[in-house]
T-cell receptor, first 112, second 111 residues
Framework: NAGVTQTPKFRVLKTGQSMTLLCAQD?????MYWYRQDPGMGLRLIHY???????AKGEVPDGYNVSRLKKQNFLLGLESAAPSQTSVYFC???????????FGDGTRLSIL | GENVEQHPSTLSVQEGDSAVIKCTYS??????FPWYKQELGKRPQLIID?????GEKKDQRIAVTLNKTAKHFSLHITETQPEDSAVYFC??????????FGKGTRLHILP
């Protein structure tokens, strides 16, 4: 039982490049979330999903897209990376909205 | 939308003393309030949560209190130990079912 797994763990991109971050959970959770964590800013919700095939915007969705084609996977895409997107990205999952969230180990992304 | 304010941003306490972290929220419909601990370089992990139908919850050295009228909730850690050093985040679930996190409190336990 791996819980929540994020890939990759580290990545360096050049401005304008695109990439996809993958999150996988094996707990049969309905809800999945993508957050970014910046110094002094806490965890800010980018996008979330309440079930397979659904997505919704969080606090800071601009510049990101997501997809939830399979219940266990939640993908975060950056179409044209910008230096302002340099951050640590965390994926999380939960049974429902008012249940504890289980986090992955994070992806440290640097945009040069 | 929901807004969660967390204080203090940094807290230093002597080992063995108690630590208190306070959070306020804006959405009166919020009914789920979790607390997460994040050690340096690690993932956030839930340490305790409380729902709006109770005013206090305790788990060994950790307790959380909730005042729905005043819209604030607090984390209490007693008999602090070196391994309590971490960043602590409060959160509140708002009417749109999203969880909004506070900006965090860095807790230092002094020897």
């Amino acid at each position: 039982n791996a819980g929540v797994t994020q890939t990759p763990k580290f990545r360096v991109l050049k401005t304008g490049q695109s990439m996809t971050l993958l999150c996988a959970q094996d707990m049969n959770h309905e809800y999945m979330y993508w957050y970014r964590q910046d110094p002094g800013m806490g965890l800010r919700l980018i996008h979330y999903s309440v079930g397979e095939g659904t997505t919704a915007k969080g606090e800071v969705p601009d510049g990101y897209n997501v997809s939830r084609l399979k219940k266990q996977n939640f993908l975060l895409g950056l179409e044209s990376a910008a230096p302002s997107q340099t951050s640590v990205y965390f994926c999380a999952s939960s049974y429902t909205f008012n249940q504890p969230q289980h986090f992955g180990d994070g992806t440290r992304l640097s945009i040069l | 939308g929901e807004n969660v304010e967390q204080h203090p941003s940094t807290l230093s306490v002597q080992e063995g003393d108690s630590a208190v972290i306070k959070c306020t929220y804006s959405d009166s419909a919020s009914n789920y309030f979790p607390w997460y601990k994040q050690e340096l370089g690690k993932r956030p992990q839930l340490i305790i949560d409380i729902r709006s139908n109770v005013g206090e919850k305790k788990d060994q050295r950790i307790a959380v209190t909730l005042n729905k009228t005043a819209k604030h909730f607090s984390l209490h850690i007693t008999e602090t130990q070196p391994e309590d050093s971490a960043v602590y985040f409060c959160a509140a679930q708002n009417r749109d079912d999203k969880i909004i996190f506070g900006k965090g409190t860095r807790l230092h336990i002094l020897p």
